[in-house]
């Protein structure tokens, strides 16, 4: 099926029963092509055959790097980073993109997960870490990692030692950081809510932040090592079978 032209979108809650519409301006006559994607909590981003970075969906909090808040139903190139975007990473309400020399983010900027400034919304790509080594990115809920020669580094909501800081500090302000026990080299990253993970080079698997019954690092009893807080663990530990 092919959509073109202004859609009105019209679906029921399921909980309430309330009816909800969205005016989408644009619809695609012709599927996007992406080299990779990336989905947050209400809109995606691609990187597109030209290594632009592009997103989409429910804007309002800057999700889409173009200075604009009205919804979006095509990625539009994001022309402020200008070097060739080699990975793209939503989540929660907001992204990064990692290029040769760093990562780039911007969206909702409300625990610092974009960048160390008093706005609330980053609507434009800010250079949020300046190096070229970063080798990936993560972004969470409310919190944003990279991974650098085996290292991670995070930074943003902090309120369950999701950045790998103690848990009383709500927000690390600057990419910093997370103490790997025994220095272990981790290769890659991924983010929930409050919580992270990374996988070791033999394929182990680290994680910190939230500790509870309602996420994917209570299964083994929160490993029973020490915590950093009511339920929550400040720096990685193994997962264990």
Request: proline residues 7%; contains cysteine.
């Amino acid at each position: 099926m092919r959509l073109a032209g202004p859609v009105a979108l019209v679906w029921v809650s399921l909980l309430g029963g309330t009816a909800c519409q969205l005016q989408v301006d644009e619809w695609p006559e012709k599927p996007v092509h992406a080299a990779e994607l990336s989905l947050g909590y209400s809109f995606g981003c691609t990187i597109d055959p030209h290594q632009f970075a592009g997103c989409w969906g429910n804007i309002e909090h800057g999700q889409s790097g173009l200075d604009e808040s009205h919804h979006r139903g095509v990625p539009l190139p994001i022309t402020a980073i200008n070097e060739p975007v080699l990975q793209v990473a939503a989540g929660g309400d907001h992204a990064c993109a990692r290029v040769a020399h760093g990562v780039w983010c911007w969206g909702h900027n409300d625990v610092k997960q974009v960048a160390n400034t008093p706005a609330s919304v980053v609507d434009t790509p800010h250079h949020a870490v300046n190096r070229e080594d970063v080798d990936d990115v993560a972004v969470g809920q409310g919190h944003s990692c990279v991974l650098v020669a085996g290292d991670v580094y995070c930074w943003g909501g902090n309120g369950h030692g999701q950045t790998g800081q103690p848990s009383d500090q709500e927000r690390t302000l600057e990419p910093t950081l997370v103490p790997v026990p025994g220095g272990v080299a981790l290769r890659s990253l991924h983010l929930g809510n409050r919580h992270s993970c990374a996988l070791d080079e033999t394929g182990g698997v680290w994680c910190w932040g939230i500790c509870g019954s309602q996420t994917s690092i209570a299964y083994a009893d929160c490993f029973g090592f020490p915590q950093c807080g009511d339920g929550d663990r400040c720096s990685p530990v193994p997962a264990q079978e």
